[in-house]
């Protein structure tokens, strides 16, 4: 089945993710991965101009909100899936591929649904089980941004949780249990080539104009 197009745009940001082969997990340990996927990512972001907004790792599969101003994000994340999947073989001591796919994209193109993607993407551990508050979990931006934890990933100016100084409420909404189904819209939407809604009743949905 040929992929799916997605647009190239140097305006909006996107929405990346990719899994591991069989859904296995990266390692038993995830601070080397950690430190791989930094790594990697600083050396994209410098290389290629891009801007990460956040990034989260889990146990075999990643999540990325990132934005390219020169519209090179395909050979920035060509660059980056195959070195982190060798870098990530050495290191698990195995042959075997690392991904089991290429990427995932998604275009974000407002800022409404960029905010309900972040939540979402902040969200993963909490919703695995991983963690009780987002900010608790080390492999993910938050954790650096709040001072938890060292931060290679050079992330781009947050006005989420920094609009003027730090934003309390902001990180009480992210931990912020959301609406089941609202939170599987979101899910879905973040599976298309542009993040949209579903129609219901000839209606937008309810997350059209409200956030999780």
């Not at 089945?1 to 038993?28: G, L, Q």
């Not at 340990?29 to 990512?41: A, K, V």
């Not at 994209?105 to 979402?120: D, G």
Request: aromatic share 10%; glycine share 4%; net charge positive.
């Amino acid at each position: 089945m040929p992929r799916k197009f997605v647009p190239t745009t140097s305006t909006s940001p996107y929405h990346v993710t990719a899994r591991t082969v069989n859904r296995e997990a990266f390692a038993s340990d995830l601070d080397p991965i950690w430190q791989i996927m930094s790594d990697y990512l600083f050396l994209i972001v410098k290389g290629f101009d891009l801007s990460v907004h956040s990034f989260v790792l889990m146990p075999n599969h990643f999540h990325l909100l990132v934005s390219s101003p020169p519209g090179n994000l395909s050979p920035a994340l060509n660059y980056f899936m195959r070195d982190t999947a060798r870098a990530i073989s050495a290191v698990r001591r195995r042959v075997n591929q690392t991904y089991g796919s290429r990427n995932h994209k998604t275009v974000i193109e407002s800022n409404h649904y960029f905010l309900n993607a972040y939540k979402y993407v902040y969200r993963n551990p909490v919703r695995a089980g991983l963690c009780k508050r987002a900010e608790d979990y080390r492999y993910s931006t938050l954790s650096g941004l709040m001072g938890r934890t060292s931060l290679v990933i050079p992330v781009a100016e947050d006005t989420v949780l920094f609009p003027d100084g730090f934003d309390e409420s902001a990180l009480t909404w992210i931990n912020d249990t959301p609406d089941a189904d609202q939170e599987n819209e979101v899910r879905r939407a973040l599976t298309r080539s542009t993040f949209s809604l579903s129609m219901q009743e000839g209606r937008k949905s309810s997350l059209e104009h409200a956030l999780l």
